[in-house]
């Protein structure tokens, strides 16, 4: 007895020294997650502090954007980041909504995988790949038929036709928002369709039982059920949507003009870094460019933070 | 119209909107599938592989651009990988219930949908600018950085799948914790974990933005990492947006090696994960 307590009281050191130095190890891995949140703001602050320094608030609220004044303001890549945005959730969000409730409620149950597959084969593929698709697929033909067609009938309405005046170029805020609206869509379906998938049975059975039809059942059982989750799930496409770089850089068109018709050129925070970062000559434009950048990061670490929440909320929610 | 039929005809126009959404999401899959098959198989040929970028009006390849992406995303991968999962371990067996822990992946999840360009302007600030050069190491770094919250989260999601009755066996055994994650937990998500890997290797092989201010891009062929270096999405960004019709064939053919890659490497994901029984 006394010999085999005393290899075990000799042996668990060694275990114990190996547990301390894993756990050391994997704590300071986790550390290093925060790390580089916590560098990516101080680089962002550090960078874009001449600018903040020269321009003070103002810069969000300025439309200027001019290298050879060295005059730099945000509102234009603001406007059109938050204008492309709207339109891809405006087109985004139904849609998403509409593949959500085919998969769960309506779908036969041998399609429901590869119909899922598929959506998320949509959210792999690359932006760059759908800029490209943009600019010499999807620009023309917007260029051709959607343009003038919205041109001839909503640009005649007086007031509201501002939104949809000049000329058919193909290349411009709408086509962008469209361009977000394709890529942001599998993220919301996908986030619908597991949080459409979290209702139990019982409750959309009970109302099915007493004669609901499907349409009744989705909006009065299971979307007051998953409100939260869907809201969050559109937040998280919200935040891809103004985040996101190549696909829009191709087609925006890089004005820094705010224009009010959205079918002429824009551009956003994150088209204008890709465009002029590398290009950008002294230190002020520079430093602009990553203003702009801190920009785009407060706003979509508002959004997703939000995001995470609901879905933190709808997780414990199901949990009890 | 009585109430019974005003029901049925409501619910058939949802029912009709929902299909149409579901065959709009699709047609767009195929439409951005079909051009580029149709304009990528177009122009691809040999020579793609093995020729460096040309300058315009001239015929080359795309092998310099291959290579470096190659040499990039292996070096993200080497790096991003043990980071992550030991990252992903620790959420996963040291914080249950931890406040600390539930930051850890608050932040974590942050991560992993910020704008990839914002992460392209940290890795511009803290090696491109202190080195005074663009370089392969900075575009290395930037895809490791864009890589670890995948690993992270596929990590801990699949070592949480893992009974606790195998961990309490081994435990009961006299194992030390680490070593009961070392050889029974890893052990037996081993395939979640590799899937992971797979999805956040698909994940940075189409990253752009991140690239723009860190590898920036070379015309010619290099092999050296502290330069910069040619990578297939930005070849494809500068030569789609020129003028030039042969930069732009060139450009169709990266774009579909690169997307061919990725859905490959997903479909094996998935596959994978369905062969070892991790899918539902």
Known sequence: MVAITDTARRRRPAGGGGDAVFHGLTVAFAVLVLVILGGVIVSLVYGAWPALQKFGVGFV?????????ENFGALAPIYGTLVTSLIAMLIGIPVAFGVALFITELCP?????????????????????????????????????????????????PGFG???????LGIGVLTAGFILAIMVLPFIA????????????????????????????????????????VVGGILLGLGRALGETMAVTFVIGNS????????????????????????????????SLIALGFILFLITFVVLAAAKLMLIRLQKGAGT | MDLYARRRMSNYVVVGLSLAATAFGLLFLVFVLGT??????????????TQATPPPGSSGGLIN?????????????????????????????????????EFVRFINDILLSAPSIIVGLFVYSIVVVPMGHF??????????????????????????????????????????????????????????????????????SGETAPLLFTALNNQFWSTNLNAPMANLPVVIFQFAMSPYSDWQALAWAGALLITVTILLLNISARLFASWSGLEK
């Open chain 1, 256 to 287: 820094h003009h705010i224009n009010l018709s959205i079918l002429q050129p824009g551009t956003t925070i994150s088209a204008a870094l890709a465009n002029e970062f590398t290009e950008a000559v002294g230190d002020l434009y520079q430093s």
């Open chain 1, 162 to 168: 501002l939104l949809f005046a000049g000329p058919p």
């Open chain 2, 135 to 204: 370089s392969a190491w900075a575009g290395s770094i930037a895809l490791a950085i864009i890589m670890i919250p995948v690993i992270v989260r596929t990590t801990e999601d699949m070592l949480s799948l893992v009974p606790s009755a195998l961990r309490e066996a081994a435990a009961a055994l006299g194992a030390p914790k680490w070593k009961i994650i070392v050889t029974i937990t890893y052990r037996s998500a081993v395939q979640g974990m590799l899937t992971g890997v797979l999805l956040a290797v698909a994940r940075i």
């Open chain 2, 36 to 49: 580029l098959l149709v304009n990528g198989i177009g122009a691809l040929n040999l020579t793609l592989f």
């Open chain 1, 109 to 157: 149950k041998w399609l429901k995988r590869p119909l899922g597959t598929m959506i998320e084969l949509l959210a792999a593929i690359p932006s760059i790949i759908y800029g490209i698709w943009g600019l010499f697929v999807l620009a023309p033909f917007i260029q051709q038929y959607v343009e003038p067609a919205l041109i001839g009938t909503l640009g005649k309405i």
């Open chain 2, 65 to 101: 651009a291959i290579c470096g992406s190659l040499a990039m995303t292996a070096i993200a991968t080497l790096v991003g990988t043990p980071t992550g999962i030991l990252a992903g371990t620790f959420l996963a067996e040291y914080a249950h219930n931890s406040r600390f822990g």
């Open chain 1, 61 to 69: 609220f300025n439309g200027a954007w001019n290298p050879v004044t």
């Open chain 1, 190 to 229: 996908s986030v619908m369709r597991d949080v459409f998938e979290t209702v139990p049975p019982m409750l959309k059975e009970s109302a099915y039982g007493i004669g609901a039809t499907t349409t009744e059942v989705v909006w009065r059982v299971v979307l007051p059920f998953t409100r939260i989750g």
